[in-house]
């Protein structure tokens, strides 16, 4: 029998961890009739996000995307590839559909016909950098999600704070454990704290003025 509450819709209040099967998760993860969810899977627990996204959850993981495309402008010689939302699994053990899911180099995944729609992390690379737009699931990204995203391997993780209006990094170290950091790697150095500065300009503005002052900053 089911361990979710029944019915199971899309207006439904949920936002927290179950305790689930790999076969629950592809259940939902299949279910034709359920629209906006957002699920993540770590050795047994599920968590279930069901709903649209809100005007500040939109209007900061789109202003990233911006900011990815400007940084690719000023590294021409680097392929970035850009799939936030994209759902990654390392199948019967771990998944998840990070806001912000970035690849560096040309060897990103393709997808190909006859092929599902998320990424087999069992037969892809991880993304060098994925992240959340924390609107209202801080706790759990700086928590469940954190050690998830740790558990697979991808070297740099962002949390996207949207009232404290910060973005905290995080790097794997050599005993493969998120540490915070200054400055990211993926990005070639690029200062966090200038990622912080450009969310400071949103309540004055959009988030499009906000990518401008960005690409305008990182050109001087």
């Known amino acids: 029998m089911s361990r979710f509450p029944t019915p199971l819709k899309p207006s439904s209040p949920l936002q927290q961890w179950y305790s689930a099967t790999w076969e629950e998760y592809c259940a939902l993860r299949d279910a034709p009739d359920l629209e906006h969810v957002k699920l993540a899977f770590n050795q047994g627990w599920l968590w ?29 010689e680097q392929s970035f590839s850009s799939l936030g939302r994209c759902l990654l699994e390392h199948p019967r053990f771990r998944a998840c559909s990070p806001d912000l899911v970035l690849y560096i180099g040309d060897d ?10 998320q990424i087999d992390l069992s037969t892809e690379r991880v993304p060098d950098l994925v992240g959340e737009i924390a609107d209202t699931t801080l706790a759990s990204d700086l928590e469940e999600k954190k050690h998830l995203y740790e558990a697979l391997g991808i070297p740099e993780y962002w949390v996207i704070d949207v009232k404290g209006e910060q973005v905290l990094a995080f790097q794997l170290n050599p005993q493969g454990e998120y540490q915070g950091c200054e400055r990211s790697r993926a990005l070639n150095g690029l200062d966090i704290a200038l990622l912080t500065a450009t969310l400071k300009k949103l309540p004055s503005g959009t988030n499009t003025s906000a990518a401008a ?3 305008q900053a990182i050109t001087l």
Request: glycine share 8%.
């Open 213 to 215: 002052w960005f690409a």
């Open 48 to 76: 279930v996000e069901v709903g649209s996204e809100g005007i500040n959850h939109a209007s900061f993981s789109d202003l990233f995307t911006m900011l990815f495309a400007f940084w690719a402008v000023q590294y021409p």
């Open 108 to 117: 990103f995944p393709r997808w190909r016909d006859g092929k599902p729609r």
